[in-house]
């Protein structure tokens, strides 16, 4: 092969490889930006199920009518269930028309009323019965009925820590032995003292705390049948007791402590401080009495001196105040909506069920050295006014600023990397030309000392 032929040769094969270097760098870059862009698409795109509906849309329930659960305001001679009645509400069914329904079982409880059944319209329903063809909205009530009057003696157990239980019959009273004992609920009591059989099981163990104590005591205008007075430690919780002493012609239907709520036996009381408890009677031949359920709520920054839900005889009394914590202000004092006013002590008369809402509001404290910072940090802040769409240019705002500036920077380094790349291989090209021409000049230099020789 000729010099000549092979210098054109290697020239050519140079450029062949610098074309295709720049080529698959070129092509890296349009596969990276094809590909980001695929991912934000696949991204903003919902998946799609094969009957062509949205995985999010076939998730939506879907129904005509509804099967609930609940319970009248007022039952049973008067009194108000929803002061008294516990266990949980059935769940509610979702059903489409014309789909049929069984009833559930009653998990409520209400005083010693007997489950009577649930009402729809003018028709009862028991759990087992099965609605058909069900067209509209369901709400089924509950309903009671007194129970029969009969005798039943309930023994319950006693006992002491390390020692086997005795049997002790529900509302019967017994000496404790010698020592200080406390209940399982928290409840302290002297030995010796009269204890009484409130609940199906007593458990006591010996009493060495330090605890701050407060007192509680019963006072039922009967003789016997009554609780001890006892301690519980200060903040503690414990049972309200049942009252088993008996008033000719009356009937026991709950305790009220002295800032007038009400208990009934099995009640959970938290003792801030000493409590008394007084016997409410209500004369047989009358209805039971009308209670209303108050709740109070308060919302961050503060609360009520009586939270929670609480329990006061329709037509009595209700008194509260508001505790406002520090860095923040009385907003508002709403009972159903309605504002009470800003301050001051709240007595309210309650004729029905109320809910007593609280707000408050933070009050920023101004601090000069953290007003001298932040000016500084202003001015040394560099902010880029913004300009209205017609001029054709967008501001940016910060945040948009550094996340642009990040994606630059990416951008940045992958054209670097590619730079990079395209140098190395144009370095090579250049040391194999450099070869390719010594190699040249070398074949050439040789051939004509061969020539100056035979002439």
């Avoid at 007084?278 to 109070?296: F, G, H, I, N, R």
Wanted: aromatic content about 10%.
């Amino acid at each position: 092969m000729s010099i000549k032929r092979l210098a054109v040769l290697s020239l050519a094969l140079l450029l062949t490889f610098v074309f295709a270097v720049t080529a698959a760098a070129t092509e890296s870059g349009e596969t990276d930006v094809e590909n980001s862009v695929a991912e934000s698409v696949a991204e903003s795109v919902p998946v799609q199920s094969s009957d062509g509906v949205s995985s999010e849309e076939s998730t939506a329930p879907s129904y005509d009518f509804t099967v609930s659960y609940g319970y009248d305001p007022l039952e049973a001679g008067g009194a108000k269930a929803s002061n008294y009645v516990k266990g949980k509400t059935p769940d509610t069914a979702y059903l489409k028309a014309g789909d049929s329904y069984t009833v559930s079982p009653c998990y409520y409880t209400f005083r010693d009323y007997e489950f009577a059944g649930w009402k729809y319209g003018n028709k009862i329903y028991y759990p087992g019965d099965i609605i058909y063809n069900v067209q509209n909205n369901i709400t089924l009530k509950v309903t009671w009925k007194r129970p029969k009057n009969t005798a039943i003696n309930v023994v319950g157990v006693l006992g002491y820590e390390g020692e086997d239980g005795v049997h002790v019959q529900v509302g019967k009273t017994v000496t404790l032995k010698a020592g200080r004992w406390q209940e399982a609920d928290g409840r302290i009591f002297e030995g010796g003292s009269a204890f009484l059989m409130s609940f199906g099981v007593a458990s006591f163990k010996p009493y060495s705390g330090t605890d701050s104590l407060v007192s509680v005591s019963y006072s039922c205008g009967v003789s016997n049948g009554v609780q001890s007075a006892f301690k519980v430690a200060a903040g503690a919780g414990f049972r309200v007791d049942n009252c088993f002493g008996q008033r000719s012609g009356y009937k026991f239907v709950g305790y009220k402590d002295q800032n007038g709520k009400v208990y009934q036996a099995g009640d959970t009381c938290i003792a801030t401080g000493d409590v008394v408890f007084t016997a409410q009677w209500q004369e047989q031949s009358k209805p039971a009495p009308d209670y209303c359920s108050v709740t109070l709520t308060s919302g961050e920054g503060g609360s009520f001196s009586l939270e929670g839900k609480t329990t006061v005889e329709k037509g009595g009394k209700i008194e509260f105040n508001v505790r406002v914590e520090d860095g923040y202000e009385l907003s508002s004092v709403t009972c159903d909506g309605e504002e009470l006013g800003t301050g001051g002590k709240y007595v309210l008369t309650v004729n029905s069920d109320m809910v007593i809402k609280s707000s408050f509001k933070y009050v920023k404290v101004e601090d000069p050295s953290s007003e001298a910072s932040d000016s500084e940090s202003a001015s040394e802040s560099v902010s880029i006014p913004s300009v209205s769409s017609e001029s054709g240019v967008e501001s940016t705002s910060p945040a948009e600023s550094s996340v642009s500036s990040n994606d630059g920077d990416d951008s940045e380094g992958d054209k670097g990397g590619k730079g990079v790349l395209l140098v190395v291989a144009i370095l090579v090209c250049v040391i194999c030309l450099c070869g390719v021409v010594w190699f040249i000049s070398r074949s050439t230099g040789k051939k004509n000392a061969k020539r100056r020789k035979r002439k």
